[in-house]
């Protein structure tokens, strides 16, 4: 039996209605692997369902119920993966971690699944799943300097880990270093060039850390944030995030242009860098373009078309307050 194709979408943040569709399907889907008799070997190898698809479908079911709090659901699916794979696996040694995490009702439980994974550590240091799941514990529990070092640590003897490098960025960006957080995810972008929602975060990124430059610093970081939006909505036509970075950076660009010095005209510049900074037209036509297309898919995604229903509706209620402010400028 093919596992249906919401079963073989991981639940994420950002979709809460498909993980708990996917909750709610674990006892049907446990049932439709059950087989109501069993032939005697080797007649039973006609009948397995082996594949990918059903493994990974259980997994997504055992991360959704957890989510959700079906700790029972979750539990029967992480016994069928640990049936399989044993208990030894990598991915399940961390699946049971991570079922442990959840489940834990205290900080001397917390600090119990610490000690297990220092000692699978101690054992074998190369066990990445079991690292990663280690800093995000110490990240859960309030310990960010520690995961932080864990995480560089990691990074050290894993230097292509996008994932990696990815949540580094993120807990720097929770610090307010942003240097440091360009850093990180222009390293994720050189793993991954093709990365559209990288490019459009790096933009975000470079964007907030403009708010606190001046002059032409602020000029540059701002061209740039700019230029990583575009590439991000280059990548992804309908890209909500590109777009909204693009709207954002292009407004505070007109801003800066209208303040600044006009540079000579010539293929580079001190100021902004390799590229002289665009001009003020070329930015009110990007911006333009930003504003109509946010439009399109506030209306689109807000009426619930066909093949707009797939944003996140806090990231399409913050585009309509967005455009809804810029109308307001232009009024006054």
């Known amino acids: 039996m093919a596992a249906p194709a919401s079963f073989l979408q991981p639940p994420t ?3 809460p209605q498909h993980t ?4 709610q399907r674990a006892a049907a889907y446990s049932k439709s692997q059950q087989s109501s008799f069993t032939l005697p070997y080797p007649l039973s190898l006609l009948s397995n369902t082996e594949s990918q ?11 959704a119920c957890l989510r959700t709090g079906d700790n029972d659901s979750a539990y029967l699916c992480l016994e069928e993966l640990t ?23 205290s900080q001397e439980q917390l600090e119990g699944v ?14 990445f799943s079991i690292r990663k799941r280690r800093i995000a514990l110490l990240k859960s529990m309030g310990r960010a300097a520690e995961a932080m070092s864990d995480l560089v640590s990691l990074l050290d003897v894993s230097p292509t880990d996008a994932e990696a490098w990815a949540e580094l960025s993120d807990m720097y960006l929770q610090q307010g270093l942003y240097e440091q957080a360009v850093y990180c995810l222009e390293e994720v972008l050189l793993v991954m060039p093709n990365a559209w929602n990288m490019h459009a975060k790096l933009g ?5 850390s403009a708010q606190k430059m001046e002059g032409g610093d602020q000029l540059k970081t701002l ?14 036509d309908d890209y909500l995030r590109g777009y909204y970075g693009l709207k954002l950076s292009t407004s ?3 801003e800066a242009l209208d303040g600044a010095v006009k540079p000579q005209k010539s293929s580079s510049d001190p100021v902004a860098g390799d590229l002289a900074p665009p001009s003020v037209e070329s930015v009110k036509k990007l911006n333009q373009v930003a504003t109509a297309k946010l439009s399109e898919i506030v209306r689109r995604a807000s009426s619930g078309e066909k093949g707009w229903d797939g944003y996140n509706e806090a990231e399409v209620k913050a585009a309509r307050e967005l455009i809804d402010k810029s109308a307001q400028k232009i009024e006054r």
């Open 13 to 15: 943040d950002s979709n």
């Open 20 to 23: 708990l569709a996917l909750s």
């Open 53 to 63: 698809e059903k493994w990974a479908t259980y997994e997504n079911i055992f991360l």
């Open 83 to 105: 049936d399989r794979f044993g208990r030894t696996n990598e991915r399940i040694m961390a699946l049971q971690g991570l079922y442990k995490e959840a489940t834990a009702q």
């Open 114 to 127: 610490m000690r297990e994974y220092d000692e699978i550590l101690k054992a074998n240091g190369a066990v």
């Open 204 to 208: 975000e990124v470079l964007f907030l």
């Open 223 to 236: 061209v740039e944030s700019m230029r990583r939006s575009c590439r991000s909505i280059e990548l992804c």
């Open 252 to 254: 505070r660009l007109l």
